[in-house]
C-alpha cells in the first residue's frame, strides 16, 4: 500500500518563529489533507490541497504531486499551534479512504 | 465545514459493558467512517460505509461492529468493552465516494475501559 511520511516527527518552536512541516507520499494521490489535532483531541482541517498552493492566514501548503510531497508553512507561530499536525492522502487503491501519517508533535514556547 | 457530531465526547465505563458511540452528520453526505486512535498515535480506518445499508471493514481490525440504517447516522458498538478497547473514536463523512473530494471529522469520542 502507500505509504505516508512526515518529517520531522517532533518540532518546538519558540513563539514567533517560522517552520516548514513535510510529507512524502510513495504512489500518485487524488487527494490530500492537513489536519492540525489540538491538545483536546479534536482534528481540525486545515488544508485540501490535492496539488498546487493555498494560503489561510498565517498557514500556506503546498503540494508538488508529481514529486510526491507536500509542505506546512508556519509562520510567525503561536503557542496555540502547539498539537499534532497530519497529513493524510487518498489514492486509488484504498476505495477513497484517507490514509494519515504519523503526524508531526509541534510545541511552541512562550 | 460540514456539521458531524459524536456523543459522548468522553466515555469511562466498566469491563464487559456495551457500549455504542453515536455519529451523525446533517450535510447529506454518502460516505462515512470511523477512525480509532491511540494517545499520540496516527488515525487508523476501523470501518466505513458508502451509504444506508452499506458497511466494511477498514485497514485496521476491530471488534466493535457498525450500522448505517439511515443516511445521516452511522452508530458503532462494542458489545462488551475491554480495556484494549481504550482509544480516541473519530467519526468522518464525505459528500460522496468521490476520492477527489476532503473529508470532515467530528469531534470524537474519547473511550476509556476500567
Known amino acids: 500500500g502507500i505509504q505516508v511520511e512526515q518529517s520531522p516527527p517532533d518540532l518546538i518552536l519558540q513563539e514567533g518563529a517560522n517552520s516548514t512541516l513535510r510529507c512524502n507520499f510513495s504512489d500518485s494521490v487524488n487527494n490530500l489533507q492537513w489536519f492540525h489535532q489540538n491538545p483536546w483531541g479534536q482534528l481540525i482541517n486545515l488544508f485540501y490541497i490535492p496539488s498546487g498552493t493555498k494560503q489561510n492566514g498565517r498557514l500556506s501548503a503546498t503540494t508538488v504531486a508529481t514529486e510526491r510531497y507536500s509542505l506546512l508553512y508556519i509562520s510567525s507561530s503561536q503557542t496555540t499551534d502547539s498539537g499534532v499536525y497530519f497529513c493524510a492522502v487518498r489514492w486509488g487503491g484504498s476505495q477513497g479512504n484517507l490514509i494519515f501519517g504519523k503526524g508531526t508533535k509541534l510545541s511552541v514556547k512562550p | 465545514e460540514a456539521d458531524i457530531y459524536q456523543t459522548p465526547r468522553y466515555l469511562v465505563i466498566g469491563t464487559g459493558k456495551k457500549i455504542t458511540l453515536e455519529c451523525s452528520q446533517t450535510m447529506g453526505h454518502d460516505k462515512m467512517y470511523w477512525y480509532q486512535q491511540d494517545p499520540g498515535m496516527e488515525l487508523h480506518l476501523i470501518h466505513y460505509?458508502?451509504?444506508?445499508?452499506?458497511?466494511e471493514k477498514g485497514d485496521l481490525s476491530s471488534e466493535s461492529t457498525v450500522s448505517r440504517i439511515r443516511t445521516e447516522h452511522f452508530p458503532l458498538t462494542l458489545e462488551s468493552a475491554r480495556p484494549s478497547h481504550t482509544s480516541q473514536y473519530l467519526c468522518?463523512?464525505?459528500?460522496?465516494?468521490?476520492?477527489?473530494?476532503?473529508?470532515?471529522f467530528g469531534n470524537g469520542t474519547r473511550l476509556t475501559v476500567t
Open positions: 460505509s458508502y451509504g444506508v445499508n452499506s458497511t
Open positions: 468522518a463523512s464525505s459528500p460522496h465516494w468521490g476520492e477527489r473530494l476532503p473529508l470532515h
